[in-house]
C-alpha cells in the first residue's frame, strides 16, 4: 500500500498529516520528537519515492536515513533498515518478539535487514524508540 499523499506537486503539510493520519497523529509526532532529541544533528524532510509509493517522511544523519515514516490512511508505518551489528544487538535486548522474529525473517541485502512496523496506536512506540536508539548507535 502507498502513501496516501501521492500528488508529487504538494509537499503534505501538517495539517494534512493531521487529517491523514487521526488518532495515531500523535505516535507519529512521538516518534519524531525522539528521534530527533536522539540526534540532535539530524535532518528531517519529506520525500517523494515515485508514483509507486507517494510521499514518506525520512529523518537523517550525514551518513544515512534513520528512520522512515510512512503515512496511511488512520495510521503509518516506521521503517528501519540494520546492519549486522544492530541486528545482532536486537536479538540480544528485550524488544518484542514478533518485531525480532519480523527483522531476522527479513532478505538480508547490502545495506542490512529492512523492516516495517505498522503504528495503529502507541502499543509498540516503546519498542520503536528502543530501533530507533540501536539504529542511532551503529
Given at each position: 500500500?502507498?502513501?496516501?499523499?501521492?500528488?508529487?506537486?504538494?509537499?503534505?503539510?501538517?495539517?494534512?498529516?493531521?487529517?491523514?493520519?487521526?488518532?495515531?497523529?500523535?505516535?507519529?509526532i512521538?516518534?519524531?520528537?525522539?528521534?530527533?532529541?536522539?540526534?540532535?544533528?539530524?535532518?528531517?524532510?519529506w520525500?517523494?519515492?515515485?508514483?509507486?509509493?507517494?510521499?514518506?517522511?525520512?529523518?537523517?544523519?550525514?551518513?544515512?536515513?534513520?528512520?522512515?515514516?510512512?503515512?496511511?490512511?488512520?495510521?503509518?508505518?516506521?521503517?528501519?533498515?540494520?546492519?549486522?551489528?544492530?541486528?545482532?544487538?536486537?536479538?540480544?535486548?528485550?524488544?518484542?518478539?514478533?518485531?525480532?522474529?519480523?527483522?531476522?525473517?527479513?532478505?538480508?541485502?547490502?545495506?542490512?535487514?529492512?523492516?516495517?512496523?505498522?503504528?495503529?496506536?502507541?502499543?509498540?512506540?516503546?519498542?520503536?524508540?528502543?530501533?530507533?536508539?540501536?539504529?542511532?548507535?551503529?
Amino acid at each position: 500500500m502507498k502513501s496516501v499523499f501521492t500528488d508529487k506537486t504538494k509537499t503534505p503539510a501538517t495539517a494534512d498529516l493531521k487529517k491523514a493520519l487521526g488518532k495515531t497523529y500523535d505516535a507519529w509526532i512521538k516518534i519524531e520528537t525522539f528521534t530527533r532529541a536522539n540526534a540532535p544533528k539530524a535532518i528531517a524532510a519529506w520525500h517523494f519515492s515515485g508514483e509507486k509509493f507517494g510521499w514518506s517522511y525520512r529523518i537523517s544523519d550525514a551518513k544515512r536515513v534513520l528512520v522512515y515514516l510512512l503515512p496511511r490512511e488512520n495510521y503509518f508505518k516506521v521503517a528501519l533498515v540494520f546492519g549486522n551489528k544492530a541486528v545482532l544487538q536486537i536479538q540480544q535486548s528485550d524488544i518484542s518478539e514478533q518485531i525480532i522474529k519480523e527483522l531476522l525473517e527479513a532478505k538480508p541485502y547490502a545495506e542490512g535487514r529492512g523492516i516495517r512496523i505498522d503504528v495503529r496506536d502507541n502499543e509498540n512506540i516503546r519498542d520503536i524508540q528502543r530501533l530507533i536508539e540501536i539504529k542511532i548507535a551503529n
